[in-house]
């Protein structure tokens, strides 16, 4: 690509213009959606002249990218918590251990969060005023994750799920 073009793409960008032909209709975007169509068009066609192994091949490699991007937001969340962190020691104010446990605490906190959103299987499940995942209440009650997980399938109360506990079956 010749510089011209980046540096025009660039400029389009900023006046908020598809970068490749330059509408209005971009919103805030790169491409408008006549481009985007375009360009999914193209790759649907591109996808279909491939052979099986070549498909596998490409889907494994955007996996790859997603896990990469994944990794690369953490990074830079908890790059920003070590910014805040030296700042504040920075200040040498008394409070600075009570604000770093805090930080910390927030941290972990988002980190859980956003990890337990990323997984929809990781559903939340309130009892008691307490809301925890299958795998946490199997660790609370000592009764197996897949026990659990298959009473509420069948229909159970989350109460009965939780609290009843598992038939020994002696044989003869």
Request: proline share 2%; glycine share 4%.
């Amino acid at each position: 690509m010749s510089r011209q073009g980046t540096e025009l793409r660039q400029k389009r960008r900023q006046l908020g213009l598809c970068c490749q032909c330059g509408s209005p209709d971009a919103k805030g975007k790169s491409r408008c959606p006549r481009c985007l169509e375009k360009a999914a068009a193209s790759r649907r066609k591109y996808v279909a002249r491939m052979t099986p192994d070549e498909r596998e091949k490409m889907y494994a490699k955007e996996i790859q990218r997603q896990k990469m991007a994944r990794m690369m937001a953490v990074k830079i969340r908890h790059m920003k918590y070590i910014e805040e962190v030296k700042s504040l020691e920075k200040k040498d104010t008394p409070k600075v251990t009570v604000k770093l446990t805090e930080l910390a605490q927030r941290f972990l906190q988002d980190e859980r969060e956003s990890c337990i959103q990323k997984k929809e299987r990781n559903k939340m499940i309130a009892f008691n005023d307490e809301k925890h995942t299958i795998a946490e209440w199997s660790k609370i009650t000592g009764l197996s994750y897949n026990t659990i997980r298959d009473r509420l399938r069948c229909g159970w109360s989350i109460e009965d799920a939780l609290t009843r506990r598992k038939k020994v079956w002696r044989g003869k």
